[in-house]
């Protein structure tokens, strides 16, 4: 009896209905790549933009400017939901400290000069030249900006040779992304001059009202979420500060992607010894499909023949733009930035 039970068919058998169990076991465990939500496209630009040194905006917009004052949760203790979040409440006119700027003395040079046919030199004026007399227009003056281009590549492969039975796994993962901004153009007006306007605004007795923390906290309540009405201790959670934009950055062209793809691809057979894997495609500028492809021939080629299952999916997602548009829009800025002393609970409301 135990002879027949155990004979070398009845075994091939129970090794391949395990095998094929095996196989079911990771196709229906296999984590597929979640869908594109707003969400995370907005913290995948802010992560990228904020690796240039400036503070990101999403979407870009054209409506954002220098002179504007934020509202903004600059720590919220654990309801990380809400920090970060901010609110424009005003806006200082600060056109004549710009034009006022404008009109120093700094130095002007030529544009770029045309490359003549056959030169491999540019015949470039190398004096500055007379600047233009300052009007009541501004201008925009260039800022170069890196490209940024992140990829993340993660593959494995694992085989199991044990007493006639073959696992083969071989998984693999691709985050990519690139962010390219051709020409930017920025203005602006010095830190000092925005922090000495920002100092006045705030007590000046018809604008004092927007830098206190009872007001703030009203207008981010409606506008934002009323979670910085929070307390605890008797104390606000949420603590606010206000930024006064002093410099934005803008373009006329953006090209960004985002692409993710992951994979999962095996083999469990009853079966010989295995033979050594073929080298498989390890780039992750290839598509998806390209590549569970590869995985697969390092699995197949190392189990073959007897019972078992193989199993194979992939998933990922892309975002991309590519964009001219027809008036510059600000995709990041600099500001000045002071704390509000936070007010107590209820104070203010008899106002």
């Not at 919220?76 to 120093?104: C, M, P, S, Y």
């Not at 800022?143 to 044990?162: E, H, M, N, Y």
Request: hydrophobic residues 45%.
């Amino acid at each position: 009896m135990l002879a027949t039970l155990f004979s070398p068919l009845n075994i091939l058998v129970g090794l391949g209905f395990l095998a094929a169990g095996f196989a079911v076991w990771q196709f229906a465990t296999f984590r597929e790549e979640g869908p594109v939500t707003a969400a995370s496209v907005a913290a995948s630009w802010n992560s990228s933009i904020a690796k240039l040194g400036i503070t990101p905006v999403f979407p870009p917009e054209e409506d954002l400017h220098v002179g504007d004052v934020w509202a903004v949760v600059e720590d919220a203790d654990e309801n990380q939901a809400i920090l970060g979040k901010a609110v424009r409440i005003a806006h200082i006119n600060l056109r004549e400290d710009l034009k006022r700027e404008a009109g120093l003395k700094r130095p002007t040079f030529s544009a770029t000069a045309e490359l003549e046919d056959g030169k491999r030199i540019r015949r470039q004026n190398y004096y500055e030249i007379e600047a233009a007399e300052p009007n009541e227009k501004i201008k925009l003056s260039l800022a170069l900006f890196p490209g940024i281009t992140i990829t993340k590549s993660t593959q494995a492969a694992g085989i199991l040779d044990r007493i006639g039975l073959n696992l083969g796994i071989a998984s693999g993962r691709v985050d990519a992304e690139s962010i390219k901004i051709p020409v930017s153009e920025t203005y602006g007006i010095a830190a000092g001059t925005a922090a000495a306007r920002l100092d006045l605004w705030c007590k000046h007795p018809t604008t004092e009202l927007y830098c206190r923390d009872e007001f703030l906290r009203r207008v981010m309540a409606f506008a934002v979420s009323d979670g910085v009405l929070a307390t605890k201790d008797g104390a606000y959670v949420a603590k606010i500060q206000l930024r006064l934009v002093n410099r934005v950055f803008m373009t006329r062209e953006i090209e960004h992607r985002r692409a993710r793809d992951v994979s999962l691809s095996g083999s469990a057979r009853a079966s010989g010894p295995s033979a050594e894997p073929p080298a498989g495609s390890s780039d992750p500028s290839a598509p998806a499909e390209a590549r569970i492809k590869a995985l697969e021939s390092r699995v197949s080629a190392l189990l073959s023949g007897g019972a078992g299952a193989t199993y194979a999916r992939v998933d990922g997602n892309e975002l991309a733009m590519n964009q001219i548009l027809e008036r510059p829009v600000v995709f990041g800025f600099r500001a000045v930035t002071t704390s509000v002393k936070p007010s107590a609970p209820g104070e203010g409301r008899e106002r």
